[in-house]
């Protein structure tokens, strides 16, 4: 990744104060965000600050995501943050965020790398919607809402992708294709990475055995459980409690 020359702070504080990057806070749902190459919040719409129960939105600036957000998930963001920084944008990711202090929920995330004048990356942009709200209103994740909603109250059961069809209203084939275009993801992989997801919370945040667990997210049993995360996360489930537990 080539050397990252500084944000343009100066430009930010113009724009900050007027119409512009503010017209984001008339989205409740939506989160809007700035970062430089090292991951520090340079913007951050309203709808952040009270989520993570800060007084005001210039009490995000300059921390990074471990400040203030649970490292097994700010973990996750750096991992993103990292791709796009070195050129890559990333699109309709479906991943687990703070609604509040202490109350993760699924929104869905897209980020692209911001580039100085001479084309170098100097930081990032991205915005974070609701899943069930961005499913609900906006295109192309409007003809999926009784899918998304199907998932999130059935994952931790057999998610079968003809009746994930059904409910789209599409064939089989057709479904698949639509929602691989909307979602980056194949269906099959998406309920993975949604089961994925929980098992990073309950490993965390309760004492549930590793067996428990897979049979609260859906997975045929530890087994699998461990293979399939270990796969995704580069580490076992133990260590990843081990680890943020810890923390």
């Not at 007027?18 to 989160?31: E, K, N, Q, S, V």
């Amino acid at each position: 990744m080539d050397e990252a020359a500084p944000l343009p702070f100066d430009f930010l504080a113009e724009l900050a104060p007027g119409p512009g990057l503010r017209l984001f806070d008339a989205y409740p749902d939506t989160r809007f965000f700035i970062k430089d190459a090292q991951g520090i919040y340079r913007y951050a719409s309203r709808i952040m600050h009270l989520a993570h129960g800060f007084a005001g939105p210039e009490d995000v600036l300059g921390r990074t995501d471990h400040d203030f957000i649970p490292a097994y998930l700010a973990d996750h963001y750096t991992r993103d943050d990292q791709r796009v920084l070195s050129g890559e944008e990333i699109w309709g990711r479906v991943e687990m965020v703070m609604r509040h202090p202490a109350c993760p929920d699924w929104y869905v995330t897209s980020k692209i790398p911001l580039r100085g004048k001479d084309g170098r990356v100097v930081g990032l942009a991205g915005v974070s919607r609701d899943l069930q709200k961005a499913a609900s209103i906006a295109s192309p994740f409007v003809r999926f809402t009784p899918v998304i909603e199907h998932i999130r109250d059935h994952f931790a059961s057999t998610v079968a992708v003809e009746d994930l069809a059904r409910l789209a209203g599409m064939s089989v084939r057709g479904f698949q294709r639509h929602f691989k275009t909307a979602f980056q993801l194949t269906p099959t992989a998406y309920v993975r990475q949604f089961r994925l997801g929980k098992v990073c919370q309950l490993l965390v945040e309760t004492d549930d055995t590793i067996a428990t667990i897979a049979l609260e997210t859906g997975f045929s049993d530890h087994s699998h459980m461990i293979r399939e995360f270990t796969r995704a996360m580069n580490t076992t489930p133990g260590a990843y409690r081990r680890r943020y537990r810890s923390e």
